[in-house]
């Protein structure tokens, strides 16, 4: 139980497009989903804090109007990257929680502009 | 200025040696503690947590000892296989207030064991 997905695993994209990652829970309802940002050999960093119905909290030095997040539904979270530069390119991961305190991440997504 | 991210603490061990891994966290405000194992390429898998109320949990050839008094927690692994292999991060959360459910990750740890 508690599985979380990522589609897609990876992307490659021009610089200047703008990319979505999505983020489900597969076999519960997320009250809160979470996502990081991952460069090589480095922890995991705090991006936003995103909860069903509501806007995500961002985490400071994080640009909400680039890294737009949507929170549709108890299940899915999309992360949208917008006009992706190369600097942008790093793994994506999410996390979500039933309402405890677990967190249960994703598979993470790769991203590389070009 | 230097990343600390190139530097990443690195142990190595045998096969079926103990490991012990260490954490500094930063906020004595922290309640809850949890102990995530990353393999390259995937995301963090969870291993084992503990509330602040207690300074010692078990669970499957692991073991998160917690010190309040100097902000340290470990965690020990058992007879140490191959498959454990990985960059093994410290979490911490902070309880109420606005940082309620956020978790802040450490600078991680790479384990390598030998056959």
């Known amino acids: 139980g508690a599985v979380v997905s990522q589609h897609p695993s990876w992307v490659i994209c021009k610089s200047g497009t703008s990319v979505k990652i999505e983020c489900r829970s597969l076999d519960f309802q997320a009250t809160t989903m979470f996502w990081y940002r991952q460069f090589p050999k480095q922890s995991l960093m705090l991006m936003a804090t995103s909860n069903e119905g509501s806007k995500a909290t961002y985490e400071q030095g994080v640009e909400k109007d680039k890294f737009l997040i949507n929170h549709a539904s108890l299940t899915l979270s999309t992360l949208t990257v917008t006009s992706a530069h190369p600097e942008d390119s790093s793994f994506y991961i999410c996390s979500a929680r039933m309402g405890g305190d677990t967190q249960y991440f994703g598979p993470g997504t790769r991203l590389t502009v070009l | 200025g230097e990343s600390v991210g190139l530097h990443l603490p690195t142990l190595s061990v045998q096969e079926g040696d103990n490991s012990i891994i260490n954490c500094a966290y930063s906020n004595s405000a922290s309640d809850y503690f949890i102990w995530y194992k990353q393999e390259s390429g995937k995301g963090p898998q969870f291993i084992i947590d503990?509330?602040?109320?207690?300074d010692k949990r078990q669970g499957q050839r692991v073991t998160v000892l917690l010190n309040k008094t100097v902000k340290h927690l470990s965690l020990q692994i058992a007879a140490t296989q191959p498959g454990d292999s990985a960059v093994y991060f410290c979490?911490?959360?902070?309880?109420?207030?606005?940082?309620?459910?956020?978790?802040?990750f450490g600078q991680g740890t790479i384990l390598t064991v030998h056959p």
């Open positions: 979490a911490e959360n902070i309880a109420g207030g606005t940082s309620y459910g956020k978790l802040t």
């Open positions: 503990i509330r602040s109320n207690m």
